[in-house]
Each structure stands twice: as C-alpha cells, then as structure tokens.
C-alpha cells in the first residue's frame, strides 16, 4: 500500500472531518473527531487492509498519518 | 460454626481456570470445602491453578471447548457434581462498522455456543445431580451496559442471560438453578479488553469515576458471588443475574 492510499482509507474512517483535512503530515490525535472510537476503526482499518495489527499505545506514540503508515510498514 | 455459604461436600467444574476470575473462582470456593474439577485449555496455567487450591481431591481435565470433540471429551472425563461455574470466555473489542463474521465466530462459540452446548452435554450425560446449581459468567456489557468497539461481545454476554433465564425455567422441576454473575471491569482483563486503547493510566483516569466504590473488580469480589450462587444460601435464587459491579449501572 502507498501512503496516498493510507492517507485515503484513514479519512474513510471518519464521518464529519473533511477528506482534505487529511494530509501525510497531520497531526490526526489533533483532529476535533479523534477519540477512542475513531481509534478503533484505525486500529480494524489497518488488520482490514494491511494485515497488520497495531495497538492504542502505538496509535499514541505516532503523531503524523505518514508516521503511522511508515511504522505499520516496518510490522 | 453456622455458616450457610459452605461447599463442603460439593463437587464443583469450573472452565476456564487456567487464568483470571476462572482462576479466582477455583481457588476461593476450594477454600470453602468444595472438591474442584478444573478445566482449560492450558495445562501448565491449569496446573498453577491447581496448585493454589485449598484440600485434596481435586482434578484437572485439560479440553479445549471450542470444539464439539473437546466438550464431548470434558463431558465423558467429568465425575458427578453438585455445580458448574462457566468462566471460560474472550473479550473482543471491535467497531460496529468493522465487525467480520470470522470475528462473530470465534467470540459467539467461546463465549455462547462452549457453555451452552457443555450444558447440553452434562444434563445428557447425567453429570449433574438434581438441586445443582449453574453459574454463567456473563458481563455487566451486555446485560446492562455496553460501550465503544464491545457491540460484539455485549451480544454474546447478552445472549448467555437470556439462555440462563430459559434454562432456569426448564431446569426448575428437578430443583436446580442456573444464575449469571455480571462484573464490572477486573483488571486481569483490562488491556486485552480495551485493545490497548488507553493507556492503563488514562483507563484509570477515565473509568474510575464511574465505579462510585472507586475501585475495580477483584477475582474475589466475582468468586464470593459465585460461591453465594452455588452454595444452599441461594436454593430459593434461580434466573437472575447478579451484578456484581462496584456501583457501576448506578450511572
């Protein structure tokens, strides 16, 4: 998977923030909809779509969409 | 000394005692004079239980009850008991929109089709004496509450009350009971139940206040419950589910 769709399938996961607001640099625990539900569609999102499995505590230590995409890549 | 609570002379099967409130349960109603048969699917953790248990003449049978084959095996290997104390059961957190069927699978045989069907087998089988008592653990999730990403298993835990209800009802002719116990959060279960969600500081901070005791769970608290239910100070409780949860469906 390439970031462009990572950065796409995170947006997927939310409801009301704009798909735009997504950018490989965003800081995402800043987004005003980011709380433990949103967590956990990232969580399924990335065991759905990258066979990965990753956790709150790496959700935590992350801070940009690309910097979760890049330490996903290195499960 | 007067003491209603006693399990001398009484046989009791618990599942899931290799870990956990399963574990606690064990350990705490063999301190009141019950003979345990312990089961799980883990025999060296199954072995650790067994080592904590109070008296002799106790027994360990190793099954896996995810399948028919290991609850027809644990059924044969069985003696006959006065009680039956279902522990055996996973969390699982996922969101609504995410839920698999490979996910139901799993969470519905262990945490559902496992005790019903382990019932099914030991009244067949004759295991069971008359006036025994059956003890599901189930949840306050599910029976009272729920929260985000537990959809899932709220319906399991949900499922196996309404089971015990009907089961109670049938199995009142030959004066036995059936009852659910529904904890509150123990913390044995608290990182695998919040997937890591939280930090267990952040857990911590978020959920305490809605325990007005302002505390969690202990295996303790849940296996006196359990004791309570399958001892004869309960020979006139059948059908309820005993919320067992630091004040916490007070919210």
Redesign the interface.
């Known amino acids: 998977m390439l970031l462009d769709e990572f950065i796409s399938s995170f947006a997927a996961e939310f409801n009301d923030t704009p798909v735009d607001v997504f950018k490989a640099d965003t800081d995402y625990k800043s987004l005003d909809e980011w709380n433990?539900?949103t967590?956990?569609?990232i969580?399924?999102?990335v065991?759905?779509e990258m066979g990965k499995t990753i956790?709150?505590?790496n959700?935590?230590s992350c801070k940009t969409i690309e910097d979760l995409f890049n330490f996903v890549l290195t499960l | 000394m007067f003491n209603p609570f006693s399990l001398e002379g009484k046989c009791i099967l618990v599942t899931g005692a290799s870990s956990g409130i399963g574990r606690g349960i064990a350990v705490q109603c063999s301190k009141m004079g019950a003979q345990m048969v312990i089961t799980g699917r883990n025999s060296e953790r199954l072995h650790e239980t067994f080592s904590q248990l109070s008296g002799e003449g106790h027994s360990i049978i190793c099954a896996d009850l995810s399948c028919q084959e290991g609850i027809d095996s644990l059924v044969e290997q069985c003696p006959l008991i006065h009680g039956v104390v279902h522990c055996a059961g996973i969390p699982k957190i996922c969101d609504v929109k995410h839920i698999k069927r490979e996910l139901l699978n799993e969470i519905i045989n262990i945490n559902e089709i496992a005790p019903v069907l382990l019932t099914s087998g030991l009244l067949k089988k004759k295991k069971l004496k008359k006036k025994c008592s059956i003890v599901f653990i189930a949840s306050i999730s599910g029976v009272c509450v729920s929260n985000v990403g537990e959809a899932a298993y709220s319906a399991t835990k949900g499922a196996l009350s309404g089971y015990a209800k009907g089961a109670a009802f049938e199995l009142a002719a030959q004066g036995s009971r059936v009852n659910t116990i529904c904890p509150g959060l123990v913390p044995t279960e608290i990182l695998t139940l919040s997937n890591d969600l939280f930090s267990e500081k952040q857990l911590m901070e978020s959920t305490m206040y809605k325990y007005p005791l302002n505390r969690y769970g202990t295996v303790e608290d849940i296996a006196n419950g359990a004791i309570y239910l399958l001892s004869d100070a309960s020979s006139w409780v059948t059908g309820i589910n005993l919320i067992i949860d630091g004040g916490y469906t007070l919210n």
């Open positions: 433990s539900l967590a956990l569609s969580i399924s999102m065991d759905d956790t709150g505590s959700l935590r």
